[in-house]
């Protein structure tokens, strides 16, 4: 599978969190802002591609070779946890302000699922290092393009009239739906 | 660890609560990362509800345990590395002897270990309560999540597939909406089953303001006369 | 504050230790499960396309592809007791969404004797019904799209529309899982003719005139059934002979 289809069935046609249902928490959580949105989008792909960068070679010439794959799920998850970590002192020394802005979403990020799902699947997907790479980028900025969509169409949604029973959390899930159903028309983008 | 806020309610509450009052997906809203993606269908909704179980089950056990063990301030990497172990366990187990299964849900059975609910449980409530509070509160909450699991899986297959865990329900002349069975359709479905939960709230919290009011109309009016 | 910092690594590795000691233990009990659910399955895959086999022999290093875009992942030389009935090829290629992975029977006499789809993540409803056992291509006779390449060719056209009948609305799809069963199935038989197995497919359009020439030319140098057993007696006495050496 040549490099720029990886990226785009990444990107769009497989979009992690409108077609694939991942990362649906931090989506929900914080789109309400969308300077928030962006702040969580980039982040997470800084630490996906950072996460992918590290566990490719642990479970390709670690683990494998020792016979320990079984560790595979322990491990990267560890590995996820510590990268967090320094993200987060990195931040709190050099750009206190979104490290204050972020608050309780950076630690967060250690349980998305869209990290660790990615680094799963590019050893599932027998990808090469640079490979799992490219799959890596495109998954977070398709998660980085979800959350702004959806945090613009909030923006809009606050002068709308929302029905009483489908106010709060449940109208996101039918806009959410609906942006789904256009990105599906992305599908016939790769031959 | 301080024994502060020690819960008092019986087994049998605790399991109530997380199942329906308190229930992860539709009260507490978390843990809604997962359950979305396998609900495609009925088999793999019971599969990752009861997966989930397991594992939420034995780390509660587990951290509640060894809670007097388990350093605070290194808490978060331990109790990481509990469920990735169960988890672990459940993904070895089902690759063993539930091949077909494993293989369909994919991904989503290691994913249980960021699995928002078993984080959130852990730290928030076995790593304070005693072992027999957090068995009725992973039982209650892990049911919880299957049951909705379940309901949600029952309608995108019933509507989407004409079946139920494969087994044709629909007439044969019904053509299957295959809208259900997508991504967009799952969204629809677990949007509008979350509004259908709230507007049973909002009735069930204005019948319970109204007897509220009622007594204390009762009571004035005994204090007045 | 350091002897704390050294107390609280310990304790993380005491519970990492009894983690990943419980792993092992686990993996040990399920392990022999999960490589025989493999070999199960890949032995019922092949028991579906050859019905009389009772062994395989791997020979994946042994056949290639001639198209790029299709990657041969596993090839058995499928027999009965010794006899060897036909190879049977698992490749993949991309398709619509992700990729398709197919598995395919080639007899000695060149025919097909089924093509199963092993993975395809395509939209259900559309493509995904490459995979779906009640969807038919041929409504009256009840054939399924893979069904409907069982008894061809090698040396068939395999185009879409032409002799291969697409799925309704999926030609992504199905133009990929005919290549795959092309590009395979020509493998296949450039195999069984290196191999000097069986006999040449019957000669088809002229498309495929070199292939049928070839193993016709074999066939009129007297090389009857007999001959062709002789033929593979011959290598194998020499390896004997090499190895004794």
Not at chain 1, 64 to 73: D, E
Not at chain 2, 148 to 175: C, D, K
Not at chain 3, 16 to 42: G, K, M
Not at chain 3, 43 to 51: D, G, H, R, T
């Amino acid at each position: 599978m040549d490099l720029i289809r990886i990226f785009v069935l990444a990107l769009l046609v497989n979009n992690i969190v409108l077609m694939r249902f991942i990362a649906l928490c931090s989506y929900i959580g914080m789109t309400g802002d969308i300077g928030q949105s962006i702040g969580m989008g980039t982040s997470v792909t800084f630490v996906t591609v950072l996460a992918t960068a590290v566990t490719w070679p642990i479970y390709h010439y670690i683990l494998m070779p020792l016979n320990l794959t079984f560790l595979k799920i322990l491990v990267f998850i560890l590995v996820i946890a510590c990268l967090v970590q320094l993200v987060e002192f990195y931040l709190k020394k050099n750009v206190p302000g979104l490290y204050s802005a972020m608050g309780i979403y950076l630690p967060l990020i250690t349980t998305n699922c869209a990290i660790l799902a990615v680094t799963f699947e590019s050893i599932d997907f027998n990808y090469t290092f640079i490979q799992s790479i490219v799959y890596a980028v495109g998954v977070s900025l398709g998660y980085l393009l979800a959350m702004i969509l959806l945090a613009g169409v909030r923006d809009r949604m606050k002068t709308s009239k929302v029905p009483k029973f489908l106010q709060g959390t449940p109208i996101l899930f039918v806009a959410t739906s609906l942006i789904g159903m256009a990105f599906m028309g992305f599908a016939g983008l790769m031959k | 660890m301080s024994e502060e806020g020690k819960d008092t309610r019986s087994f049998w509450q605790v399991f109530k609560a997380g199942l329906i009052f308190e229930n992860p997906l539709l009260v507490l809203m978390i843990g809604i990362c997962s359950s979305l993606a396998v609900t495609s269908n009925v088999s793999n909704g019971i599969g990752m509800g009861l997966a989930m179980t397991f594992v939420l089950v034995f780390s509660e056990i587990f951290i509640s345990a060894f809670r007097k063990l388990i350093p605070n301030a290194a808490r978060l990497p331990i109790f990481i590395i509990i469920i990735a172990a169960f988890t672990t366990i459940v993904d070895l187990v089902m690759k063993a002897y539930f091949p077909a299964l494993s293989k369909s849900m994919g991904v989503f059975i290691p994913l249980i270990v960021v699995n928002c609910i078993i984080m959130g449980r852990v730290e928030a409530y076995s790593s304070k309560q005693k072992v027999i509070s957090s068995i009725a509160d992973a039982f209650g909450m892990g049911l919880g999540y299957t049951w909705v699991l379940i309901v949600i899986a029952a309608v995108r297959e019933l509507l989407g597939n004409g079946t139920f865990a494969g087994i044709q329900v629909m007439p044969v002349s019904y053509t299957p909406i295959l809208f259900f069975i997508l991504p967009p359709g799952g969204f629809l479905v677990f949007g509008l089953l979350m509004s259908v939960n709230n507007a049973i709230k909002r009735s069930i919290n204005k019948r319970e303001a109204l007897a509220a009011k009622q007594v204390s109309d009762q009571q004035k009016a005994k204090e007045n006369a | 504050m350091k002897n704390n910092t050294i107390k609280l690594g310990l304790i993380l590795a005491a519970f990492a230790v009894v983690a990943c000691a419980s792993l092992a233990v686990v993996y040990q009990v399920t392990e022999p499960a999960i490589a025989s659910q493999a070999q199960d399955a890949l032995n019922a895959s092949l028991k579906e396309l050859f019905p009389e086999a009772t062994s395989h022999e791997d020979i994946t290093s042994a056949v290639s592809s001639s198209d790029e875009t299709v990657k041969i992942e596993e090839a058995y030389l499928v027999k009965n007791d010794l006899a060897p009935l036909g190879v049977a090829i698992k490749a993949s290629t991309a398709s619509y969404k992700g990729p398709a992975t197919v598995l395919i029977g080639v007899r000695l006499d060149r025919s097909i004797t089924g093509v199963r789809i092993l993975e395809i993540s395509d939209t259900p409803g559309l493509g995904a019904n490459a995979a779906s056992p009640t969807y038919y291509v041929d409504k009256e006779k009840k054939i399924t799209f893979p069904g409907q390449f069982t008894g061809k060719y090698i040396t068939d056209k395999f185009e879409v529309k032409t002799d291969v009948i697409p799925i309704t609305a999926a030609t992504v799809t199905s133009k990929a899982i005919t290549k795959i069963v092309k590009v395979a199935s020509a493998s296949a038989g450039a195999y069984l003719q290196a191999m000097a197995l069986g006999t040449a497919a019957p000669s088809a359009t002229s498309g495929a005139s070199q292939e049928a020439t070839q193993p016709a030319a074999e066939a009129t140098s007297g090389a009857s059934a007999e001959g062709t057993a002789t033929q593979s007696a011959e290598p194998a006495a020499e390896t004997t002979s090499g190895a004794s050496q």
